[in-house]
């Protein structure tokens, strides 16, 4: 459990909040680039950290981030006019580029000076596999494009996908470093190769290791082998990052969880595979979204769950991984009450995420760099783990980037 205070402080993420003004050091997911996928296409509303803001690709195919209200009087450019290298204001007809400068203020007389001394606010922009990435934060303070694995990737072994999810980013962001739900809400009656392996032992043994970009986590399991042990490993990478374990040659997924407002969260997929390439379409089918990234199962149906499925087929009642996951999330209310849970050894890594990320935004409170930003990790070779091992080998030399290995890459 946490105190209220501590709930509070991390929950909220706005403009001047300890934890926004953490997040905002980090480079993080603003939109999919499929969102403005031609130059001149339509501008498109983006909301995270509870800022609204536009973007825009503009003729020369560069991508603009700006706030989304006019300075003029303050309406939306998202009803702007995308042309000849600027998004110009329907209101008046002002015109900005993709940093921010004002080109043109046509409703006033030539010898206006407003477009040499005003501009309008624009965030720096990085787009790699699939992904509009922004920095939101001080610009002296802006560290270095973390490249992971999957943006190096040849675009056809990577697939990005966004979901509209109904929960502040932390409670869904919990369900990401939290092993042992999977032998019970993604539990398949029928299960086969890691599903039965997660099955066989409800109550795996969770071990930390502390990071340069965060923590790892191992979930340990019994097999039907008493000299064997089903091993998971976990990243989580500051400061909402996790890659989920699949055995070595399968495609995985790293994941994002950007908040939208306090109350709302974009839950992003990367999915990859090194020798696999992944179908856009099979890939995105299952999420069953509309063109605002919303899902079709949502609380107000209860995410159709299906107390025959339940019965015959699954654990939850409800099909596939992720939307499982937001059922149980979404059910918690915007913002869960962490001072009344009751927390046991299978939340050893949900405590430790909530132990890390007190101790981090506190340091920053008190002018201390999170780490993660500007240490030489080689971000690329972080990874995840799962695998059956010798009962007796310590896990700690398996998978993921090992604690001591911050060489530069
Ligand atoms: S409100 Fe945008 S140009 Fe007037
Ligand atoms: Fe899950």
């Given amino acids: 459990m946490l105190r209220q205070e501590e709930n509070e402080l991390l929950t909220r993420v706005g403009p001047g909040t300890p934890m926004g003004e953490l997040i905002r050091r980090y480079?993080?997911?603003?939109?999919?680039?499929?969102?403005?996928?031609e130059p001149d296409s339509a501008p498109v509303r983006v909301k995270i950290l509870g800022e609204r803001l536009v973007a825009f690709r503009d003729t020369e195919g560069r991508v603009?981030?700006?706030?989304?209200f006019c300075p003029h009087r303050r309406t939306s450019l998202v009803y702007g006019r995308n042309e000849e290298s600027g998004l110009r204001c329907i209101y008046h007809g002002w015109k900005f580029d993709v940093d921010g400068n004002i080109v043109e203020t046509p409703c006033e007389p030539p010898e206006s000076t407003f477009r040499y001394r005003l501009s309008?606010?624009?965030?720096?922009?990085?787009?790699?596999?699939?992904?509009?990435?922004?920095?939101?934060?001080?610009?002296?303070?802006?560290?270095?494009?973390?490249?992971?694995?999957?943006?190096?990737?040849?675009?056809?072994n990577c697939h990005a996908v966004k979901i509209w999810e109904e929960a502040n980013y932390l409670q869904a962001l919990e369900g990401g470093v939290d092993s042992s739900h999977l032998s019970w809400l993604h539990r398949i009656f029928k299960g086969a190769g890691e599903m039965s392996l997660s099955a066989f032992d409800g109550a795996p043994r969770l071990e930390i290791e502390e990071t340069p970009y965060g923590y790892r986590y191992a979930a340990i399991r019994k097999t039907a082998n008493p000299a064997e042990r089903f091993v998971r490993i976990t990243p989580f990478i500051l400061p909402f990052h996790t890659i989920v374990p699949f055995a070595k040659d399968q495609p995985r997924n790293f994941h994002a969880w950007v908040p939208i407002d306090?109350?709302?969260?974009w839950v992003y997929f990367m999915h990859y595979g090194r020798n696999h390439e992944i179908d856009p379409v099979a890939h995105k089918e299952p999420y069953e979204l509309d063109a605002e990234y919303r899902r079709r199962r949502t609380l107000r149906n209860q995410h159709l769950q299906d107390r025959e499925m339940m019965r015959t087929t699954n654990f939850s009642g409800i099909p596939h991984i992720p939307t499982q996951d937001h059922a149980v999330q979404e059910a918690m209310g915007p913002i869960v009450?962490?001072?009344?849970?009751?927390?046991?050894?299978?939340?050893?890594?949900?405590?430790?995420?909530?132990?890390?990320?007190?101790?981090?935004?506190?340091?920053?409170?008190?002018?201390?760099?999170p780490p993660g930003l500007n240490e030489p990790i080689?971000?690329?070779?972080?990874?995840?783990?799962?695998?059956?091992?010798?009962?007796?080998?310590?896990?700690?030399?398996l998978g993921a980037l090992p604690q001591n290995a911050t060489v530069a890459g």
């Fill in 64 to 68: 603009g981030l700006l706030d989304e």
């Fill in 337 to 369: 009450d962490r001072s009344l849970e009751h927390l046991g050894s299978s939340d050893t890594s949900v405590i430790h995420l909530r132990q890390l990320l007190l101790r981090v935004v506190g340091d920053l409170m008190e002018g201390k760099d």
């Fill in 120 to 156: 309008i606010r624009a965030y720096p922009i990085r787009e790699m596999g699939g992904v509009i990435w922004s920095y939101l934060g001080p610009p002296e303070k802006m560290p270095p494009f973390r490249v992971f694995e999957w943006m190096t990737l040849p675009d056809n």
């Fill in 378 to 397: 080689p971000w690329e070779l972080i990874d995840s783990e799962s695998i059956v091992v010798p009962a007796d080998m310590p896990w700690q030399q």
């Fill in 27 to 37: 480079w993080v997911p603003a939109l999919l680039s499929e969102e403005i996928g």
């Fill in 262 to 265: 306090d109350e709302n969260v």
